[in-house]
């Protein structure tokens, strides 16, 4: 069931991802496809419609996940990129990967890392985290095995990871204190 709910945290994050792409179209002028953002957020929507029946032992919730992941992928394929699913929350999952590799899964370290990205998006982060709360899912980086400092320390060097991906996090990072106080707002640390 981990890898499950794994799985529907990292559809969950699309709501992150697609905010940072509209950011992005927005200030940066980046290509963007109304069709690819649709199918995405049909995704993350129905993942989140989903959330309360997504349980262990109980074959109705592979049938209820498999389909937003499956049409997120396609958004994935409609863009050309990952973009549409990938935002600020997939970098810090990335530098999670890279700095201290092997203690969750990627899933588990999108769906975490999506509560900091869309509290800084000022989107919905307690509903989010709600939702992951009822599919199992992390919500804490003590859960991803992390210490609090090396969370933090994952936030403030994200945006280092794609130069070319302009998200939430900016081109300079986000400032220390900012991301302590958002990860204690949040209760991931």
Known sequence: YRSLASGCADVLSNF?????????????????SRSAYSFAMFSAESMMDAADYI???????????????????ISMCIAGSSRPTSGSEHMISHTIDMKYPGRAMHGEQCGVASIITTYLQKGDWEELKHALVKIGAPTKASE????DEEFIDAVCNAHKIRKDRFTILGDKGVPRDVVEDVCIRTGVI
């Open 144 to 147: 991803l095995n992390l210490s």
């Open 16 to 32: 992150s991802s697609l905010r940072d792409w509209k950011l992005a179209y927005n200030l940066k002028d980046e290509s963007f």
């Open 55 to 73: 349980r262990p032992h109980l074959e109705k919730s592979v049938w209820l996940a498999i389909k937003p992941i499956i049409v997120s992928g």
